[in-house]
């Protein structure tokens, strides 16, 4: 009985495995079938159109070194207008934005006190001046009394020392009748240049003290931009170079030139101060933003416009097209700088790709790398037409 058991457990195993097999035969055979007669696959994936005006050249170009700089406009002439003596402020002529000219009468005032004081002294003076008078003939008489033997020599000299100080009392009181008329004359306040107000700090009928502000006049016929510079930059600045600056509100860039360089680095900043005067200050004001480039000198070398050179990865790279693919070159990035005068477009040097390069410009955009693309001169029909 165990013994017929145990053959039927062999041959069912038997039957089981040969269906496992022949089951295991039919799905290879068909899946080899399927092989067989399934149309053949390709690798040719379309490729995306790009137009060749995202497509630039890597040539050689004439780069002109700049530095960046930046700062605020200033008026080269300025002139704060502050009372010269204290008194009520009878007039103040002009308010912001009036124009005045050099040597123009801005300011008045009250002038009573000063007329009295000058009348004082010169009234002191022409005391004094009598009293040199009286020494005078007094010092005479007595120099002729000695000749002739009458008074002795202690007389003249004690006359001629009365003389002396009454010159010296003249001198002084002229002196002080001097200070009264000047003290009288800066009653009257007058523009020392051309330009315009750009502050006015009192209103007639105040009284004013010494050195009080009363107007602030800019002159906007020359301005130059005070650059901040690190030192390490400002060692190949010089002046005479120039720099094509963008200001705010004005489209139209503007030419300015290295017209002094402090000789000291500021103690705070560590920094040091460029002065660029403007070429055009046609429709500027005092205290406008301005940044621009500033030429240190120039080389030919391989350079592409900086936007160009994408900065998504750790390292700058460029996307060229290379045998109709996307290839993402890293680049080593030099000096940058302008290669047209009256460009403002910043171009960089590269290094790591050749010249004649075929570089995808930034309005093309992200690039998957190893992607096809066909270069076009214009959109194709099929992608222009519509539905």
């Known amino acids: 009985m165990k013994l017929r058991s145990k053959i039927t457990w062999i041959l069912l195993s038997a039957i089981v495995i040969a269906a496992v097999g022949y089951w295991q035969m039919r799905k290879n055979s068909a899946t ?17 159109e790009l137009l060749t005006s995202n497509v630039t050249t890597l040539e050689l170009q004439t780069l002109r070194h700049t530095l960046p700089v930046s700062g605020n406009l200033k008026a080269l002439n300025t002139v704060t207008i502050k009372a010269r003596v204290s008194g009520e402020l009878l007039m103040l002529n002009g308010r912001e934005g009036d124009s005045v000219k050099a040597g123009q009468t801005i300011a008045k005032i009250d002038p009573a ?19 040199i008078d009286i020494a005078q003939r007094q010092f005479d008489n007595n120099k002729a009394l000695v000749d002739q033997g009458f ?13 002396l100080g009454a010159k010296a009392t003249f001198n002084a009181a002229s002196a002080g009748a001097d200070v009264a008329r000047k003290s009288l004359d800066d009653t009257v306040l007058i523009s020392p240049i051309n330009g315009q107000i750009a502050a006015r700090l009192a209103q007639p009928g105040e009284r004013v ?19 901040t510079l690190s030192p390490a930059d400002s060692i190949e600045v010089r002046v005479g170079q120039t720099a094509l600056l963008t200001l705010e509100g004005n489209d139209v860039p503007v030419y300015a030139v290295v017209q002094r360089i402090n000789p000291n680095v500021q103690a705070n900043s560590r920094s040091v101060l460029v002065y660029l005067r403007l070429q055009n200050v046609q429709g500027l004001r005092q205290g406008l933003y301005g940044q621009g480039q500033l030429e240190l ?91």
């Open 297 to 387: 000198g120039r080389q030919q070398v391989l350079a592409l416009p900086l936007e160009m050179v994408r900065t998504d990865k750790p390292q700058p790279y460029v996307q060229l097209l290379v045998n109709g693919q996307v290839v993402h070159q890293i680049v080593s990035l030099g000096r940058r700088g302008n290669i047209g005068k009256d460009d403002a477009t910043v171009w960089v040097e590269v290094k790591g790709i050749d010249n004649g390069a075929q570089v995808l410009s930034s309005r093309a955009g992200l690039m998957r790398e190893g992607l096809r693309l066909n270069i076009v001169s214009a959109p194709s029909p099929a992608a222009t037409a519509k539905p």
């Open 151 to 163: 008074i002795s020599k202690t007389a003249l000299e004690a006359s001629e020392a009365t003389l």
């Open 32 to 48: 080899a079938q399927a092989v067989a007669t399934a149309p053949a696959a390709t690798n040719d994936t379309p490729a995306s």
């Open 209 to 227: 003290s010494i050195d009080q502000k009363l107007l602030d006049i800019v002159d906007l016929s020359s301005l130059e931009l005070e650059a």
């Open 113 to 131: 006190e000063f007329q009295r004081k000058l009348r004082q002294a010169e009234q002191q003076a022409d005391a004094a001046k009598s009293q």
